[in-house]
């Protein structure tokens, strides 16, 4: 059993820095992580949404999950992790935009080549047609709501979970930490996360994530969730 699964959309800002911060964690010790997709596109199918360009950018988002689905079924479980990197990193290392939410959302919707991650990963090209395989969302939807029903419901991204039954959301950070501190919240999120009686800590006031892509709106308030 893994140490920790982690359930993450790759179009979710919030999401990625959280995942940043588990990767650096694990270059510090022998941390077992599953990574397993959960799409906010699924999540939000039923919600309305004014803005256009964010459900362009949860569908984004799901595409990309087709494709890790698909590699998974491939080549298994293994090659999630880094897949997960080399597709975030055409969203997230992109060139810096301007300093709004909605130049950032527009970034993310954008409609992009998977083959370039693939091939970092030393996977086949061809399984970027997934993007568009719909008959794959039946069970990316099994496996989303698995892991909100972790949490007890109403949850998104990210959400960790360390003994295959409960699970929590976060913890949602603007930027990774490095190193030692890195590792002291590791430890911190893993009690919490493995005490049965935990529910919830919670502040409102937040930031958004620091990446190459949102250098110019990083560390302002923000209202995304």
Known sequence: MPDLEFFFDPLCPFCWVTSRWVVEVQSQRALRVEWRPLSLALLDEKLPDEQPERSDARLRGLEMLRVVHAAREAHGSEVVGDLYTALGELVWDAEPVEGTVEAVVHEMARERDLTPALRECGLPVSLAEAASD???????????????????????????????????????????????????????????????????????????????????????DTWVR
């Not at 030692?180 to 919490?192: G, P």
């Open 134 to 220: 719909t008959t794959r969302d039946a069970a990316l939807r099994d496996e989303t709501f698995e892991a909100v029903d972790r949490c007890g419901g109403g949850v998104g991204t990210p959400i960790l979970s360390f003994d295959g039954k409960t699970a929590l959301v976060g913890p949602v950070i603007d930027e990774p930490p490095a190193e030692e501190d890195a590792e002291d919240l590791y430890d911190a999120v893993d009690k919490l996360g493995r005490w049965p009686g935990f529910a919830e800590l919670r502040r409102s006031a937040r930031s958004f994530p620091v990446t190459r892509l949102s250098a110019n709106l990083a560390r302002t």
